[in-house]
């Protein structure tokens, strides 16, 4: 017997084939959710979705009939007499944030032959991805201090611990996926994923970076422009409040020669200029102004979400004991780069760790073991959802995160 669960993330969907009988994953399948072309983000699909009743229909279907054919695919790859599944509707349990599982509440699963399993969210645009997280990461905490970072364009922040369990959502926006950065791109063929400078500290000293599938670069992936900031605040081209140097003044504070080379301006007979200076990667590929401040807003809704929660919870800094890193996103970055940027702080450094993705993990336990989603909804009983749009320290913590750490 074979089942499915489904991660629904706002920019990818990720599925899994789960082989009821060993209790274990024997197949995976991603692909671009089929609702961007509604909008990158989940602001963006509520604008479309509110639009008119036909556009909520559009929304339910793309990402209904994406979920029924990735299901059927699962179960397609899987050799002819194993499983039964064909006898009785093939059952998928779903996760997501509030937009992306309210988008197909109405949609009619059933009619294709998929029994749903709609995990219930947290509240206040916690979904039901972080009630799978956190989930995962309740059953084996052993009492530690533990906050989840679930990092994406929806990114679910929850502390788990033996005094209060807190949670919430910050709108990080497409920019951690790429999305409305100038040269930015998903994680795919072509993006350059990758970024450091060389060991040499020399005036020969530059850039250099890695492309996923190692050809000719077609842009910057979220991943990159982590690495690539991380990179730039080493070399002293962008300052820790995101200010993006001119070359002279790169000249004066002696930046090796190679990457004082690599600082432009768009002048006004430029169609472009209203990006102004901005840092070439190579011919075409290029991180702007405009760009930094973008990721500045992202890296300080998350980073102010994560002092919530912490606040929140009556706790401090110094006695977390672990800061979970997740999702895909999270999967790809590095440590030293979130501590760079400014989005996970200093001091909780050695405590990261990188977990992938434990949402779509909880998803398959609930597919293995429906009395899971029972013990889930009971820890959902537990956590208080902050809403940081709301909360009274938000406007003041969002503008003191805005800064990177200096390096």
Same mark, same amino acid.
């Given at each position: 017997? %074979? ?12 599925? %899994? #084939? ?14 671009? @959710? ?16 509110? /639009? ?7 929304? $339910? ?10 299901? @059927? ?20 349990? #779903? ?14 699963? &059933? ?8 995990? *219930? ?8 991805? /972080? ?27 929850? #502390? ?11 709108? /990080?926006? *497409? ?17 350059? &994923? ?22 000719? *670069? ?6 990159? %422009? ?8 080493? $070399? ?11 070359? &002279? &003044? ?29 840092? $070439? ?6 991180? %702007? ?38 999702? $895909? ?27 992938? @993705?434990?949402?779509? #993990? ?42 990177? @750490?200096?390096?």
């Amino acid at each position: 017997m %074979y089942g499915t669960a489904f991660d629904l993330g706002t920019t990818t969907v990720v599925g %899994y #084939l789960c082989n009821l009988e060993t209790g274990k994953v024997t197949g995976t399948l991603s692909e671009s @959710n089929a609702q961007i072309e509604c909008g990158l983000d989940v602001l963006s699909r509520v604008s479309f979705r509110n /639009a008119s009743k036909e556009n909520a229909l559009k929304l $339910a279907s793309l990402l209904g009939d994406q979920v029924c054919r990735m299901a @059927n695919e699962l179960i397609s790859g899987i050799k002819s007499g194993v499983t039964d599944a064909g006898k009785s509707p093939l059952k998928a349990v #779903l996760v997501g944030n509030p937009v992306i599982m309210g988008s197909v509440a109405d949609y009619d699963f &059933e009619s294709a032959g998929i029994e749903a399993v709609r995990i *219930p969210g947290i509240g206040h645009y916690v979904g039901a991805d /972080a009630l799978a997280a956190s989930y995962v990461t309740e059953k084996d905490r052993k009492g530690r201090n533990i906050v989840i970072v679930d990092i994406g364009t929806n990114t679910e922040i929850i #502390l788990l611990s033996n005094g209060k369990k807190t949670a919430t959502s910050a709108a /990080a926006g *497409p920019a951690m996926e790429g999305g409305n950065l100038v040269c930015g791109m998903r994680g795919e063929e072509g993006a350059i &994923e990758f970024v450091k400078l060389t060991d040499a500290v020399s005036q020969n000293r530059d850039i250099i970076f890695k492309v996923i599938g190692d050809v000719a *670069p077609t842009g910057i992936c979220g991943s990159g %422009y982590f690495f690539l900031l991380k990179a730039l605040l080493e $070399a002293g081209v962008i300052n820790n409040d995101g200010y993006l140097i001119s070359k &002279e &003044e790169a000249l004066r504070a002696n930046v090796p020669g190679r990457i004082v080379a690599r600082i432009h301006e768009n002048n006004d007979s430029d169609p472009a200029s209203e990006k102004g200076r901005f840092f $070439a990667l190579t011919e075409s590929i290029a991180i %702007y102004r405009e760009d930094i401040r973008n990721l500045q807003l992202a890296i300080s809704a998350i980073k102010t979400g994560i002092d919530i929660v912490i606040n929140e919870a009556g706790l401090t800094e110094s006695v977390i004991d672990n800061v979970f890193i997740a999702g $895909a996103f999270g999967n790809k970055i590095s440590v030293d780069s979130l501590t760079a940027v400014g989005m996970l702080p200093g001091t909780l450094y050695d405590k990261a760790i990188r977990v992938g @993705n434990i949402a779509g #993990l909880g998803a398959c336990l609930f597919m293995f073991d429906e009395v899971k989603i029972t013990d889930a909804i009971n820890l959902k009983k537990e956590i208080l959802t902050v809403s940081l749009a709301d909360h009274p320290d938000f406007q003041r913590l969002f503008m003191e995160n805005m800064n990177f @750490n200096i390096i």
